[in-house]
């Protein structure tokens, strides 16, 4: 399984960002996707997951209500929409794969390369 995140950059508190990841066409259906998240000096922590179907979604708390979490599966690409950011959302993300809906970075065997998001206030 190989995936590619990208589409971070700057955005000012109040704006919206897109991320994409790129998932490779190998990936079992029975996998979990989710988004992931570290900021500098802070432990990797979820963001927001779901079924390889779609039909089930978790959020963090932090997020709740601001980002969410899409496929397309024609494209492979997951999506993470950023709105109404926050200068502590300021992290790099990580997208990730794994075969069980988990909340824990240790579950997700599959990882791609972070792409980071920078908040400015």
């Known amino acids: 399984v190989q995936l590619q995140a990208s589409g971070g950059g700057a955005v000012q508190a109040g704006g919206s960002l897109r991320l994409s990841c790129t998932i490779s066409t190998r990936t079992h259906n029975t996998y979990n996707l989710a988004w992931f998240r570290q900021a500098l000096g802070k432990e990797r922590e979820f963001v927001v997951g779901a079924t390889w179907s779609g039909d089930r979604t978790n959020t963090a708390d932090s997020v709740k209500g601001r980002f969410t979490i899409s496929r397309d599966v024609a494209k492979n690409l997951l999506y993470l929409q950023m709105n109404n950011v926050k200068p502590e959302d300021t992290s790099i993300y990580y997208c990730?794969?794994?075969?069980?809906?988990?909340?824990?970075?240790?579950?997700?065997?599959?990882w791609g390369e972070g792409t980071l998001v920078t908040v400015s206030s």
């Open positions: 990730a794969v794994g075969r069980i809906a988990s909340t824990a970075p240790y579950e997700y065997a599959y």
